[in-house]
């Protein structure tokens, strides 16, 4: 019989690594992956003892395919997966036109196709077992439009939406979703971005550490929106006053480098 199991994406730093603690922590068998196979194999050390089962698989998600054969190996391992965490993803920093196609394609492929296909591929047992719960990483990003990062922005506001229709649709069948929004964390993503000096990144950051916490408590309680801080909270309840083009003109204002 399949061991249940957390799957966790984005597991090797950073919130994807935090939430592996604390549900290693707990004694939930555990698949963490991520595309780096040596910062994931040194994830699972940092782990330190756990209860249950912990393994690791290197996995490209921003690759054709690469869910798919994902599921697979999973389901070869032995495991079910009862709670699903789609939090790999990353960002681009500058102006679009100057930015790699490529790359766009990529950030697309990981942070919206990936997220709505591992959804797709464990969902189905998850409503047969008339249990389990999936947490999908956005960003308080979701909430505006985004000039400079405007592919980013977009891809998280996708999986807000995303995320809010699955949860209204899975009403009674004993599957919830819940999505994190967090606001500047710190993490690698700046530097993956290309976003050191932008401004966006400076001042006051949550740690990882903090937003993990919060966000294993609001998926325990079946939340369906999480929001860490009340700075993020409230940036987002005021800016639903405000005209967009306003909003525009400030988030330019504070993604322009510094």
């Given at each position: 019989?399949?061991?249940?199991?957390v799957?966790?994406?984005?597991?090797?730093?950073?919130i994807?690594?935090?939430?592996?603690?604390?549900?290693?922590?707990?004694?939930?068998?555990?698949?963490?992956?991520s595309s780096?196979?040596?910062?994931?194999?040194?994830?699972?050390?940092?782990?330190?003892?756990?209860?249950?089962?912990?393994?690791?698989?290197?996995?490209d998600?921003?690759?054709?395919?690469?869910?798919?054969q994902?599921?697979?190996?999973?389901k070869?391992?032995?495991f079910?997966?009862?709670?699903?965490?789609?939090?790999?993803?990353?960002?681009?920093y500058?102006?679009?036109?100057?930015?790699s196609?490529?790359?766009n394609t990529?950030?697309i492929?990981?942070?919206?196709?990936?997220?709505?296909?591992?959804?797709?591929?464990f969902?189905?047992?998850?409503?047969?077992?008339?249990?389990?719960?999936?947490?999908?990483v956005s960003?308080i990003?979701a909430?505006?439009?985004?000039?400079?990062?405007?592919?980013?922005?977009?891809?998280?506001?996708?999986v807000?939406?995303f995320?809010?229709?699955l949860?209204?649709?899975?009403?009674?069948?004993?599957?919830?979703?819940?999505t994190?929004c967090?606001?500047?964390?710190?993490?690698d993503f700046?530097?993956?971005?290309?976003?050191?000096?932008?401004?966006?990144?400076?001042?006051?950051?949550m740690?990882?550490?903090?937003?993990?916490?919060?966000a294993?408590?609001?998926?325990?309680k079946?939340?369906?929106?999480?929001i860490?801080?009340?700075?993020?909270?409230?940036?987002?309840?005021?800016?639903?006053?405000?005209?967009?083009?306003i909003?525009?003109?400030?988030?330019?204002?504070?993604?322009?480098?510094s």
């Amino acid at each position: 019989m399949p061991k249940q199991a957390v799957l966790i994406t984005g597991a090797s730093s950073g919130i994807g690594l935090e939430l592996s603690k604390l549900f290693a922590q707990r004694g939930f068998n555990l698949v963490m992956v991520s595309s780096n196979a040596q910062k994931l194999e040194e994830a699972k050390k940092a782990l330190g003892s756990c209860q249950g089962i912990v393994i690791t698989i290197p996995k490209d998600l921003s690759q054709p395919g690469a869910a798919k054969q994902l599921y697979q190996q999973v389901k070869n391992a032995g495991f079910s997966v009862d709670i699903l965490v789609n939090n790999a993803g990353f960002g681009i920093y500058g102006k679009f036109e100057e930015q790699s196609v490529e790359r766009n394609t990529e950030l697309i492929n990981l942070n919206c196709s990936a997220v709505t296909a591992l959804a797709h591929l464990f969902l189905p047992e998850m409503i047969k077992n008339k249990s389990g719960k999936i947490l999908n990483v956005s960003s308080i990003a979701a909430f505006f439009p985004g000039p400079l990062m405007a592919s980013y922005y977009a891809s998280k506001a996708y999986v807000l939406s995303f995320s809010l229709a699955l949860s209204k649709e899975l009403e009674g069948t004993g599957v919830t979703v819940t999505t994190l929004c967090p606001g500047r964390t710190e993490t690698d993503f700046k530097i993956t971005a290309g976003a050191e000096r932008a401004g966006t990144f400076k001042g006051n950051v949550m740690t990882a550490e903090k937003v993990a916490r919060i966000a294993y408590k609001g998926l325990m309680k079946n939340k369906q929106i999480i929001i860490p801080g009340i700075c993020n909270n409230l940036f987002v309840f005021i800016s639903r006053f405000l005209p967009r083009s306003i909003i525009l003109k400030i988030l330019k204002k504070i993604q322009e480098q510094s």
